[in-house]
């Protein structure tokens, strides 16, 4: 008999750059939903970094790092705490990803990516009739 797949209620927060995450970025994130990756994870273009709070994708930039100015107040440099990232099994992964998505698997770690890597050709690819 024919199964059903379940289908994700929830968006993915995608990067929208190639480098290091960056904790200032991560902590402004946090805000939007649930990261997979913690501070000084590289990153790619098209990386799912983690769930979004809402039901659509969201292309962020986990690379954006704190103006570095002479100018400040004293007390307003607290500490940015992050909370702990999701880690996913193989298993959770597969289950987690929607057709648009692939499981990318190293020695070192799990990784969910678009299969289309930049956000102009995922638009592109949206808009394209069926």
Same mark, same amino acid.
């Given at each position: 008999k024919g199964g #059903?797949?379940? !289908?994700? !209620?929830? =968006?993915? /927060?995608?990067?929208?750059?190639?480098? !290091?995450? /960056?904790?200032?970025?991560?902590?402004?994130?946090?805000?939007? *939903?649930?990261?997979?990756? =913690?501070? *000084? #994870?590289?990153?790619?273009? *098209?990386? #799912?970094? *983690?769930?979004?709070?809402?039901d659509n994708d969201l292309t962020v930039n986990a690379l954006k790092g704190k103006? /570095?100015?002479?100018?400040?107040?004293?007390?307003? &440099?607290?500490?940015?705490?992050l909370v702990p990232p999701v880690k996913m099994s193989l298993e959770q992964a597969l289950e987690f990803i929607d057709e &648009?998505?692939?499981v990318e698997v190293t020695p070192e770690s799990i990784r969910i990516r678009k299969k289309l890597l930049t956000e102009n050709d995922r638009k592109r690819a949206s808009r394209?009739? !069926?």
């Open positions: #059903v797949i379940g !289908k994700r !209620k929830n =968006g993915v /927060l995608t990067a929208n750059a190639n480098g !290091k995450a /960056l904790t200032n970025a991560l902590f402004n994130l946090q805000e939007r *939903g649930r990261l997979f990756i =913690g501070h *000084g #994870v590289e990153v790619y273009e *098209g990386m #799912v970094i *983690g769930i979004h709070s809402r103006q /570095l100015t002479n100018v400040r107040a004293s007390g307003t &440099d607290e500490a940015q705490t &648009d998505e692939l394209a009739p !069926k």
